[in-house]
């Protein structure tokens, strides 16, 4: 009976080992592998990004990010939006009514490809990386992003609060400002 009870020990030891296997390695690597929801989906499923998720419904870019091109992007709190709208009243139901407007606001927070923190946040020089919306944002060593807006709002330089949040079709980094073009 004992060695029936280490052959079943022994058998399950060695399945369950062949089927961990192949995952440290990765990890080992220092790997980050996709998440399993898109970008749209992690937003739209956390309470701190409705005034997003509403933006970005509002101006089509939800399906954009509902698919399978690759995105970094630098996604703006709730708190964000309402500070926002402290400094500018009546400015967010004024982007909701310019979907034009807003999606170059929304742009503005994205960039392509996968970019995790150590290829955004530069440990020694200011960062300038390249948005969709055809503007640059400069992330300093502090993971400070200086905005220089030329809407004529005031949209303060923004902190990252949070980074390398993985999804299958990119990298969530999230900040406490609004970017402004």
């Given at each position: 009976m004992k060695?029936?009870?280490f052959y079943l020990f022994a058998v399950l030891f060695f399945v369950l080992g062949l089927a961990v296997a192949p995952a440290v390695p990765a990890m080992a690597r220092g790997d980050r592998a996709p998440g399993a929801n898109t970008i749209y989906e992690i937003a739209s499923g956390n309470d701190?990004?409705?005034i997003l998720t509403l933006a970005l419904e509002?101006?089509?870019l939800d399906a954009a990010l509902n698919g399978s091109g690759?995105?970094?992007v630098f996604a703006p709190t709730d708190d964000a939006?309402?500070?926002l709208e402290a400094a500018n009243p009546g400015i967010l139901d004024a982007l909701i009514n310019d979907p034009d407007t807003l999606s170059a606001v929304l742009l503005y927070h994205v960039t392509e490809g996968r970019r995790w923190s150590n290829s955004v946040v530069n440990r020694n020089n200011p960062k300038t990386i390249q948005m969709l919306s055809g503007g640059t944002i400069t992330v300093l060593p502090s993971a400070v992003i200086v905005d220089t807006d030329?809407?004529?709002l005031d949209s303060p330089d923004s902190q990252i609060v949070a980074v390398d949040i993985s999804a299958s079709n990119g990298v969530i980094h999230v900040v406490d400002q609004?970017?402004?073009p």
């Amino acid at each position: 009976m004992k060695l029936h009870k280490f052959y079943l020990f022994a058998v399950l030891f060695f399945v369950l080992g062949l089927a961990v296997a192949p995952a440290v390695p990765a990890m080992a690597r220092g790997d980050r592998a996709p998440g399993a929801n898109t970008i749209y989906e992690i937003a739209s499923g956390n309470d701190s990004f409705t005034i997003l998720t509403l933006a970005l419904e509002t101006t089509g870019l939800d399906a954009a990010l509902n698919g399978s091109g690759q995105f970094t992007v630098f996604a703006p709190t709730d708190d964000a939006f309402l500070a926002l709208e402290a400094a500018n009243p009546g400015i967010l139901d004024a982007l909701i009514n310019d979907p034009d407007t807003l999606s170059a606001v929304l742009l503005y927070h994205v960039t392509e490809g996968r970019r995790w923190s150590n290829s955004v946040v530069n440990r020694n020089n200011p960062k300038t990386i390249q948005m969709l919306s055809g503007g640059t944002i400069t992330v300093l060593p502090s993971a400070v992003i200086v905005d220089t807006d030329s809407f004529g709002l005031d949209s303060p330089d923004s902190q990252i609060v949070a980074v390398d949040i993985s999804a299958s079709n990119g990298v969530i980094h999230v900040v406490d400002q609004v970017l402004i073009p």
